[in-house]
């Protein structure tokens, strides 16, 4: 085979190549990787591929569909690599290709995206109001998919694009109007403007035609806008008040957690690091232990967690915030419990969003072989807790209680806000996933959260990140090792601003508006290129 035949043969495979690429770049702009600035770039091999490639194809469009599947296969595969962390913690070789099982579905919202791209694809670069158009469409297209992917089946909506800003506090400030999804779209627009821009030069240099480029200037100008709108946002900050708290992270390793020979263990564990949090000058207003703290339920009647957090109450004149295991009526929940400093009193708040497959297996009693596989690692079922409750510290703070990934979940915490919160607090227990980049996305997609309802967070995690987030999405704390590390136990102390005038965010009142209208945009533009195609046969 000659040098010439090799090149052409190797060029007929550029497509699915560049469809890998956007896979790739894609992933590098979350953590552990955290190049944040490809996310401007990354899509544009994809959205080259569905334009300049298959022209010949019989069925072009299912070609677009399969290249973006197979984009989103690779973005997904890799940037939830670590749930083949549970494969390690199981010493189970099959679970280790979990980020693939989980791809297999999640790669037909880029496949969907793909496709759209290549419905709306131009006949020329050279009129600036079409590649505005163009990308505007697009962009309605992208944050359309990424709102159905955070609700369908139950929804895993994390690492949208716009997620990847999550470091860039004067872009991320529009979240408290559009949500995380108005980032999504200002990202996917870039791509598009930056693919169009130079082939738009490279058109008119052929031709000896040049035009303005509004197209790119008002891209830029937008651009220029948002970070102006963010640094005014930063300078006027809410009536706030200030909140001592204290967040304890006992870096309990997941196998021993629940095994009744460590409690005595655990116990001890978290009375040392409890009492230097108690020590602190001021002493907190409100003491925090992470998600299943305790390896039995605390109001369950005659258990050793039940002695051991009574005692220490009793003992402590701070409110302490904790999660635990709950059971009512031979009914299991995955809760959290306030127990009041001055009178003890306990309220409990039961997680209204359960994780599939981690805290439930859905149709278990449907699929009864499928049922009989998962249940090794999924013995029963978690029950759906039906209140959003809101726990009233002794200072008289309202608190939103997140549990495990409810604050990756915007919709559900803008219901606590409605109903008075003015402190999000997260307990999670990111253990399963060991050492992983787990962690670190699920505080990149947790800080939308303060910004879309202009709450401040505070989190407590049994390993992994436990910090304060303000209501700009900027840490502000963060418990770390010598080296610099997440991953090791100890207590974060520190004051949050909690706000006081009880003020609701455009995404609060409206919640998923802006990604609704874009849906809108889509189908209605999917039924008109349609209609316009058929009428042109």
């Not at 998919?145 to 369908?152: M, Y």
Request: aromatic share 14%; hydrophobic share 45%; glycine share 8%.
């Amino acid at each position: 085979m000659t040098p010439v035949n090799w090149l052409r043969k190797a060029l007929r495979f550029w497509p699915w190549l560049a469809a890998i690429s956007t896979g790739l770049l894609c992933a590098t702009c979350f953590p552990p990787f955290d190049q944040s600035w490809l996310c401007w770039i990354a899509l544009t091999p994809l959205i080259a591929a569905v334009w300049f490639s298959g022209q010949n194809a019989k069925r072009r469009w299912i070609r677009n569909l399969l290249l973006g599947y197979v984009a989103g296969i690779v973005f997904f595969t890799t940037t939830f690599s670590w749930f083949g962390s549970l494969g390690v913690l199981y010493e189970n070789f099959w679970l280790r290709g979990l980020s693939l099982l989980l791809s297999l579905y999640l790669g037909v919202h880029f496949a969907f995206w793909s496709w759209f791209v290549g419905l709306i694809a131009p006949r020329d670069f050279l009129i600036s109001h079409r590649n505005l158009r163009i990308a505007f469409l697009g962009a309605s297209a992208w944050v359309a998919h990424e709102w159905v992917r955070g609700w369908l089946f139950s929804g895993f909506g994390w690492n949208g694009l716009g997620v990847a800003l999550h470091g860039t506090w004067p872009l991320i400030q529009i979240a408290e109007f559009t949500g995380v999804t108005g980032l999504s779209f200002v990202v996917v627009f870039g791509n598009v403007i930056a693919l169009t821009t130079p082939l738009r030069l490279y058109f008119e240099a052929r031709t000896r035609e040049m035009r303005p480029h509004f197209d790119f200037t008002l891209t830029l100008a937008g651009m220029v806008g948002l970070c102006a709108f963010g640094l005014y946002s930063v300078q006027n900050r809410q009536v706030a008040k200030p909140l001592r708290v204290a967040a304890v992270q006992a870096d309990i390793p997941q196998q021993e957690k629940f095994d009744p020979q460590f409690s005595a263990q655990i116990f001890a564990r978290f009375s040392r690091l409890s009492d230097l949090a108690l020590r602190s000058s001021p002493p907190p207003d409100v003491l925090i232990w992470p998600e299943s703290s305790m390896p039995d339920p605390v109001r369950g009647p005659n258990t050793e967690s039940n002695q051991f957090v009574t005692e220490f109450s009793a003992s402590s004149k701070t409110d302490l915030l904790l999660g635990t295991l709950d059971v009512e009526d031979r009914h299991d929940y995955n809760a959290a419990v306030l127990i009041s400093g001055g009178t003890h009193q306990m309220q409990i708040y039961r997680k209204v969003h359960l994780v599939p497959f981690g805290e439930y297996i859905p149709l278990r009693h449907s699929f009864p072989l499928f049922a009989a596989v998962a249940s090794r690692w999924v013995p029963g079922d978690f029950d759906v807790g039906r209140d959003y409750t809101l726990f009233r510290l002794t200072n008289g703070v309202e608190i939103a209680p997140l549990i495990c990934f409810e604050d990756t979940i915007g919709n559900l915490a803008r219901q606590f806000v409605l109903r008075g919160a003015n402190l999000l607090v997260n307990v999670t227990n990111d253990a399963w996933f060991l050492h992983s980049a787990g962690s670190q996305q699920h505080l990149a997609n947790a800080i939308f959260r303060c910004v879309e309802t202009r709450r401040p967070m505070a989190r407590a995690a049994n390993t992994g990140v436990t910090c304060f987030v303000n209501e700009f999405g900027r840490v502000t704390q963060i418990l770390q090792d010598e080296t610099g590390g997440t991953f090791t136990e100890g207590v974060l102390t520190g004051e949050i601003k909690v706000p006081t005038d009880g003020e609701l965010t455009f995404y609060v009142r409206r919640g998923e508006l802006f990604a609704k209208v874009c849906a809108g945009v889509t189908i209605t533009a999917i039924i008109v290129m349609i209609l316009v195609r058929r009428r042109r046969l």
